[in-house]
């Protein structure tokens, strides 16, 4: 038998715990913005030229989300993949229309230079946090540097200054360089003049050529008359493989380094042209470490192909991401702390320890590789965690 | 600058002024007839190395691919003159640019499509693998001297073909006197056909002769038909023997400069343009219009 007052206690029970229930569903607006996946814009080449370099960042990316259980700093996270075809002209439009229009983040990208300044003019103004897994043009942790950008792969100078280092170190006394005539080639001079001083030797001339041209002959024929020791060389892609055949077949008695672009990702191509040849970078083959063995097992399961310099640097963007969330829990509007966290982060990576340096760049071991029976074999360390000057940048 | 590096030098300049000559002999024949200024003839040159690259990298060898691409020319430019570039002939030279234009973004599309956008390396046939020293430190691939030598043999069955055939007679009545032509009862659509399948076949055989020595990548005729316009404007519009002195001319001053002047390099040729328009305005061996 019900009375009046059962009834209303029932009723008042049933709205408290209606009430109950909807507090803990009807979350407060921090924690709205805490539950909701992060988004990450990958503005990545996926077809084209580099659209493998584009994949292989992308497989590096989800492998970290993978290994942190599908969660970065405690948050879902959703992608938004935008291939940007690497044509500089369609760079701001492109980056604007992930960070305006879909709302992005975090955007990490990309591979190509001249993309990568359209990239950089956006988030600059939008204040985006940006990692820059490949492109290496100086001026984004130079002059025009911003403190929501880091870049985890290298920049034009870094390898060629320690392929300079390298040279001088063991006694060569002259030496030129080659390269297209662009943004790259004259950082990457810059760069193996300063290190090839800084080991004691002399910087004779540098020659180059219009990019991205491949009748290297006219500069071919004048190396026997500069009187160097050494000749090194900033070329990739298809242009290294050609470069490298042309030296060879033109018998130049001069032994030709260069930049580690020459051989990597080229041996199938150049054959036995590139035997012998050095080159800086700051990976290679033979890297037997745990980490590399566990991630270059963990790459060929996924993407079935065997990890590459790309790879790893896609990885250590979002490593270096997983490490900067962590510290704010997921909270990205928390700029100062995950800023300071991302700086002052010590990353794992497969290629050996990194850090980044005071202008967001990644501070790593520079290795000197050997080509020998078609692998890139490391010889030595030749630099230790090797920064860019970084001239001209003001956080 | 060394005497031993000057020579090799003066081979370099060889080697490129007959590959541009192969290029621009076809571009001065077409322009000359048809009076058609063919932007997509670098694409043209592009479709010859390609096809080097694929027939190459199907059967295993070059020495199949260069009769490919001769053949493949002349269909092609038998297909492109008869159901295209014959309806141009009478309209401005706005539209005939328009159509090759459009014609430079289909190839290159075609071939982002059907091959990718890769740079891809063509191999020099074993056989031709080796190199042959000519200078002391500098050696040349034995395949730059086949590469002389096919030119060399190019060009002068095209002076043969132009100078002393009936056929030759026609197309340079055609390309002075086009008018004569018509009045002596000659059919036009046949010497029409013949020269654009012809400078077709040029454009490709050069494109598959160069493509070990340059590789193969999106683009590439783009800077070769620039360099081969200059080549047609200083040697004479429609002269195929003032496209063979001024390819050499051009292939001499281009590898010298990057040599030796590696930053004016890029203007010399134009300069040199500059020059040879002021002074004789229809090139060196130009005599239409005169």
């Known amino acids: 038998m019900t009375t009046p007052i059962q009834r209303l206690n029932r009723r008042a029970l049933i709205k408290a715990g209606a009430a109950t229930v909807a507090a803990s569903v009807i979350p407060t607006r921090w924690a709205i913005a805490q539950t909701k996946p992060l988004k990450v814009g990958l503005m990545l080449p996926y077809s084209g030229t580099f659209a493998q370099l584009g994949e292989n960042i992308t497989h590096g990316v989800e492998m970290v989300l993978a290994e942190k259980g599908g969660k970065l700093g405690g948050r879902e996270v959703q992608f938004v993949k935008l291939d940007d075809e690497s044509k500089p002209e369609l760079g701001p439009q492109n980056a604007e229309r992930l960070v305006k229009r879909d709302g992005v983040d975090v955007l990490i990208g990309t591979v190509h230079s001249g993309v990568q300044m359209g990239i950089h003019k956006v988030v600059k103004e939008s204040g985006t946090l940006t990692l820059v897994p490949n492109a290496g043009n100086a001026a984004v942790t130079r002059d025009l540097c911003a403190k929501n950008v880091f870049r985890t792969s290298f920049t034009n100078w870094q390898p060629a200054y320690a392929m300079g280092l390298a040279l001088g170190k063991k006694g060569v006394k002259k030496a030129s360089w080659i390269t297209w005539d662009y943004a790259a080639g004259t950082e990457s001079a810059e760069g193996f003049k300063q290190g090839l001083e800084a080991g004691g030797g002399q910087f004779v001339s540098l020659l180059t050529l219009k990019f991205p041209e491949t009748n290297f002959q006219p500069l071919l024929a004048q190396i026997q008359g500069l009187g160097v020791d050494a000749i090194g060389a900033f070329f990739s892609g298809g242009g290294a493989v050609q470069f490298v055949k042309d030296y060879a077949a033109a018998g130049i008695k001069v032994p030709l380094c260069g930049s580690g672009f020459l051989t990597e990702g080229t041996l199938g191509g150049q054959g036995a042209a590139a035997d012998g040849i050095e080159t800086a970078l700051h990976y290679g083959d033979g890297l037997d470490t745990p980490k590399n063995n566990a991630f270059r097992a963990a790459f060929k399961a996924k993407a079935n192909r065997e990890a590459d310099v790309f790879a790893v640097q896609g990885y250590d963007a979002a490593q270096l991401l997983a490490a900067g969330l962590e510290a704010v829990k997921g909270n990205i509007e928390d700029e100062k702390t995950l800023h300071a966290a991302m700086e002052k982060a010590k990353i794992d990576s497969p290629r050996g320890a990194i850090t980044m340096s005071p202008q967001h760049n990644v501070v790593q071991d520079i290795y000197l590789r050997k080509v020998t029976n078609g692998q890139n074999k490391i010889v030595s360390t030749i630099a230790a965690q090797l920064a860019d000057p970084g001239t001209g940048c003001k956080i | 600058m060394t005497l031993s590096s000057f020579l090799a030098q003066i081979l370099n300049s060889l080697q490129y002024g007959l590959l541009l000559f192969l290029i621009s002999s076809g571009l001065t024949l077409i322009f000359g007839v048809l009076g058609v200024i063919n932007l997509a003839h670098g694409s043209l040159y592009m479709i010859g190395a390609y096809t080097a690259f694929v027939v190459a990298r199907a059967v295993g060898s070059l020495w199949i691919a260069l009769p490919v691409a001769m053949l493949g020319g002349i269909l092609l430019g038998s297909l492109l003159e008869r159901f295209l570039f014959r309806y141009f002939y009478k309209r401005e030279h706005l539209d005939q640019v328009l159509l090759t234009f459009?014609?430079?973004?289909?190839?290159?599309?075609?071939?982002?499509?059907?091959?990718?956008?890769?740079?891809?390396?063509?191999?020099?046939?074993?056989?031709?693998?080796?190199?042959?020293?000519?200078?002391?430190?500098?050696?040349?691939?034995?395949?730059?001297?086949?590469?002389?030598?096919?030119?060399?043999?190019?060009?002068?069955?095209?002076?043969?073909?132009?100078?002393?055939?009936?056929m030759g007679a026609i197309i340079r009545a055609a390309a002075e006197r086009p008018e004569m032509v018509d009045a002596l009862g000659i059919d036009p659509r046949r010497v029409h056909l013949t020269v654009f399948a012809v400078g077709t076949a040029l454009a490709l055989t050069a494109g598959a002769l160069n493509a070990p020595l340059s590789s193969v990548y999106p683009n590439m005729g783009d800077n070769l038909l620039i360099i081969s316009f200059v080549v047609v404007v200083i040697g004479g519009l429609g002269s195929v023997s003032g496209a063979f002195w001024s390819a050499l001319l051009i292939g001499l001053i281009d590898t010298m400069g990057k040599a030796y002047a590696p930053k004016a390099s890029g203007l010399a040729i134009y300069v040199l343009m500059a020059i040879v328009l002021l002074w004789r305005p229809n090139g060196l061996f130009g005599q239409r219009g005169t």
């Open chain 2, 102 to 166: 459009a014609l430079i973004l289909l190839f290159e599309e075609g071939r982002s499509l059907l091959v990718g956008n890769d740079f891809y390396s063509v191999p020099i046939p074993a056989a031709l693998d080796f190199s042959i020293p000519i200078v002391e430190g500098f050696s040349y691939a034995a395949y730059r001297f086949v590469v002389i030598v096919c030119c060399l043999v190019l060009a002068a069955a095209l002076f043969v073909w132009i100078e002393r055939t009936k």
